[in-house]
């Protein structure tokens, strides 16, 4: 089975909402859900005319708290995995790095 790693940059205050929506409405594998970890980030950004920032002044750099939150998923969910997050993610553009995982024989 195919598995890819999501990382997922979160403001601090929103991870429990994603965590719980993904653990909602997707399966996980192996017996377990809410396998994830978080690390905690610091987020620059600066929004630019045009944009609609959750945080932050147009045209002004920002800074942020985050966590970076990281868990392993079924290399077939990944675009209902996505949507969740789109969906629950208060930024208007999420920062999202998906990573396909060499298979270890489990």
Not at 13 to 42: F, K, W
Not at 59 to 82: C, G, H, P, W
């Amino acid at each position: 089975m195919k598995y890819l790693k999501i990382e997922v940059f979160v403001p601090a205050e929103n991870v429990n909402d994603i965590i719980e929506a993904i653990n909602d409405e997707y399966l996980g594998d192996n017996n377990y859900d809410y396998v994830y970890s978080e690390t905690p980030v610091i987020g620059y950004f600066r929004p630019l005319e045009g944009a609609s920032p959750h945080i932050g002044d147009i045209n002004k750099i920002e800074t942020i708290e985050e966590m970076k939150v990281e868990f392993r998923i079924k290399k077939d969910d990944l675009s209902e995995v996505i949507k969740i997050i789109k969906r629950e993610h208060p930024y208007e553009v999420p920062i999202i790095n998906v990573l396909e995982l060499i298979e270890t024989g489990d």
